[in-house]
């Protein structure tokens, strides 16, 4: 069984376009996130939520809103997509957002704007 | 704010080789330190961990020891294999445990 998924795993949209990508993990972990790799492999953090709450928001723009509508999870909708919104998005979960536990990666969405 | 630096890549080596992968780090506190590895075309694994200091991660022969003196965590492994292959993330978790920071990634490439 996959630990956390995420669909699709590719997605080519078009510009001004509204997408979603949606994440789901099995291993009964209390927090989410969503993570974003631009095309140089530099990894930052987007968004975090434990138990359905919102922890972290990371100055990211306003046409990304993450939803959880279960601890279980945690989609992510951009509306009016961008060029550079180009990037692979990685979901990943950890047991209880505290350090000492790892977080596990879903495979990631690679999402091309044109 | 945190930040966490690695040595720039890529790294090429032959089978067999040592391999070393710089990691230094910049923190409020102690935080706990990974390193993640990126097969390609796949996601983040995590390969070890050390969460105090003086902490030794080992995994698949790779190892890494938190160094708060020198505040790093440094990755080795004494025989790399081409299945070692990868991109290697430095990472640390803040304090409140919310966010990793990552290091912009080293490329391995083994040949045989």
């Known amino acids: 069984d996959t630990a956390v998924s995420q669909t699709p795993k590719y997605l080519v949209t078009q510009m001004g376009n509204d997408k979603s990508i949606k994440c789901e993990q099995n291993?009964?972990?209390?927090?989410m996130y969503w993570y974003k790799q631009d095309s140089k492999k530099f990894l930052k953090i987007m968004f975090s939520?434990?138990?359905?709450?919102?922890?972290i928001n990371e100055t990211v723009p306003n046409r990304f809103s993450p939803k959880s509508p279960d601890k279980a999870h945690l989609n992510l909708h951009i509306n009016s997509l961008e060029l550079g919104d180009s990037a692979v998005y990685f979901c990943?979960?950890?047991?209880?957002?505290?350090?000492?536990?790892?977080?596990?990666f879903g495979p990631g969405t690679r999402l091309t704007v044109t | 704010g945190d930040s966490v630096t690695q040595m720039e890549g890529p790294v090429t080596l032959s089978e067999e080789a040592f391999l070393t992968i710089n990691c230094t780090y910049t923190?409020?506190?102690?935080?706990?330190l990974f390193w993640y590895v990126q097969y390609p075309g796949e996601g983040l694994q995590l390969l070890l961990k050390?969460?105090?200091?003086?902490d030794k991660g080992s995994n698949k022969g790779f190892e890494a020891t938190y160094r708060k003196e020198t505040t790093s965590f440094h990755l080795e492994k004494g025989s790399v294999q081409v299945s070692d292959s990868a991109v290697y993330f430095c990472?640390?978790?803040?304090?409140?445990?919310?966010?990793?920071?990552f290091g912009a990634g080293t490329i391995l490439r083994v040949k045989s």
């Open positions: 990943a979960s950890s047991q209880d957002g505290t350090p000492d536990y790892e977080q596990y």
């Open positions: 291993l009964g972990h209390d927090t």
């Open positions: 939520y434990n138990n359905k709450e919102l922890i």
């Open positions: 923190a409020t506190g102690y935080p706990s």
């Open positions: 050390a969460t105090k200091a003086d």
């Open positions: 990472a640390l978790s803040d304090r409140y445990g919310n966010k990793l920071v």
